[in-house]
């Protein structure tokens, strides 16, 4: 194995690693506390809000999470095992 193939083995398994931290973090959530959105000022630019999270379904926002790391992890070991 030559030092790029080595050097892109280590990367994707720290991208797996942080991975799956991300994903045993969603798979053990239960609710949000607080939601911080980012809207367009027209006076002062971008400002950022505090905003209640009682209109967020979070069940289907954490379902729709955990599946798209899932969807990248595998991306990332199947990578990882062809190298």
Not at 24 to 37: D, G, L
Not at 38 to 51: A, D, Q
Request: aromatic share 8%; charged share 35%; glycine share 2%.
């Amino acid at each position: 194995m030559d030092n790029d193939k080595l050097q892109k083995g280590i990367d994707l398994k720290n991208q797996i690693e942080q991975l799956e931290k991300r994903l045993n973090i969603w798979e053990k959530s239960e609710r949000f506390t607080s939601i911080n959105v980012v809207f367009l000022n027209v006076h002062n630019g971008r400002s950022t809000e505090n905003m209640d999270s009682e209109f967020v379904n979070f069940e289907v926002l954490k379902a729709l999470t955990i599946d798209s790391i899932k969807k990248e992890l595998n991306q990332v070991k199947s990578e990882y095992e062809n190298l």
